[in-house]
């Protein structure tokens, strides 16, 4: 039988009333679709590596929608840190910024997603989805339960086209529900057909992708789910995360960070090793990585709080460089050198793990520099 859809509601940090009206709004709403297992946390940033929470998460193995109050970049690569992994199912409920900043980056693509590989590449991940949902998208619940609904059926979908590929046969049950279809507006149509065209790997017709829908809900019926609400007394957190879909393991945030926080793991891959040794509010390594992949999804910046601002590799006219204000690394150099300090430790200014491309800083200046007049050029100031 296809498994179940796992929603897991991550709620907010504060007792913010409207936050906690659309959590309660949405998993209200989800308690009369079919098909799905409803989970409540506490914040995903701050569950901690071996609470109950991170240990329930890692137990979910099946395809996977986490809604939460960090931006969806954010979210999925908080879970990947904790071990929780998939691959990444695109959702259709974006907030408009980051609407236009994926289109943004469509732009910028061809050019910014250069030859480098990126460990993602590398990696081996389970053969299951994440889709991460921003609870910042919608004010009201609708919209996520649609949406959810939405998923449900592209991950049904899935599963049986995969079954196909694989010549699996279906469950009995699976079976039965194909011939007696339990509402109207099943892959079967009125002839009683299969909806759809496909052909097998050897090249024979094979059996369309079953479209499951939803029976609605029955009005007077009990719920069909019951949520699992996971309780984990948590205080906050600050660490960084690893988008490894930008990262190339270039190394520069294990140079310049000085109190302990990365490390490597067995084949010598960049990783967070040591979170909690992060501190509170510092944001400096993620000025530093030349491929915008280190993300601090609590952050206020959007961009580095894991929104898809900053293009790996992009340009984008900063005006305040032409205002003497200091730059992405002259910014990181200070916030490093604070914290030092607060920890009773001497400042080290520029002396110590600058990232590489500092060493060329002289070419590197020039060349932003060039782009930026092109730019305005470009723009006819
Ligand atoms: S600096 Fe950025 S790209 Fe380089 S290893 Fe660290 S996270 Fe990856
Ligand atoms: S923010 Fe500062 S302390 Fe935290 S990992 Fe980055 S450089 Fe290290």
């Known amino acids: 039988m296809a498994r179940k859809l796992t929603v897991v509601v991550s709620q907010g940090q504060s007792a913010n009333p409207a936050k906690r009206k659309l959590e309660e709004d949405l998993v209200a709403g989800l308690l009369f679709e079919r098909g799905l297992e409803v989970t409540v946390v506490p914040h995903l940033y701050d569950l901690t590596p071996d609470g109950t929470g991170m240990l329930c998460l890692q137990g979910i193995t099946g395809d996977m929608v986490v809604v939460s109050w960090l931006f969806s970049r954010g979210a999925f690569w908080t879970l990947d840190r904790n071990g929780i ?54 004010e009201s619940a609708a919209p996520f339960v649609e949406e959810i609904a939405r ?65 609605p809900a029955e009005p007077t019926g009990a719920p069909a789910v019951v949520p699992t609400v996971i309780a984990e007394e948590s205080g906050r957190r600050w660490y960084p995360v690893i988008d490894y879909a930008r990262c190339t393991n270039c190394m520069e945030c294990i140079d310049f960070c000085l109190f302990g926080v990365y490390g490597v793991d067995k084949i ?21 990585c030349p491929e915008n992949a280190i993300i601090f999804p609590q952050h206020k910046t959007p961009a580095i709080a894991g929104s898809p601002d900053g293009v790996a590799g992009g340009f984008k006219i900063d005006l305040s460089k032409l205002f003497g204000a200091p730059d992405a690394l002259e910014q990181a ?15 080290v200014g520029e002396a110590v793990g600058l990232p590489k491309r500092q060493s060329s800083s002289s070419n590197d200046s020039k060349d932003d520099l060039d782009k930026l007049m092109d730019s305005l050029d470009d723009l006819a100031l």
């Open 268 to 288: 010598e891959t960049i990783l967070v090793e040591q979170p909690d040794n992060c501190r509170k509010g510092c944001p400096a390594c993620s000025r530093v």
């Open 333 to 347: 150099v200070l916030e490093r050198d604070v914290e030092l300090v607060a920890v009773g430790r001497d400042a």
């Open 85 to 138: 992994r998939g691959r990444e199912g695109k959702t259709l409920l974006v907030n408009e910024a980051e609407e236009e900043d994926d289109e943004d980056e469509s732009d910028e693509s061809e050019e910014s997603k250069d030859a480098k590989p990126r460990v993602v590449e590398s990696r081996d991940l389970p053969n299951r989805k994440i889709y991460c949902l921003d609870f910042k998208a919608r």
């Open 151 to 215: 998923i449900q059926k592209e991950t049904t979908v899935q599963t049986f086209g995969l079954m196909n590929l694989l010549g699996g046969s279906p469950s009995p049950a699976q079976v039965q529900r194909f011939v007696n279809p339990t509402n109207t507006t099943s892959g079967v149509d009125a002839g009683g057909s299969l909806n759809g065209t496909g052909s097998s790997p050897n090249g024979t017709p094979a059996p369309a992708l079953p479209i499951v829908e939803q029976a």
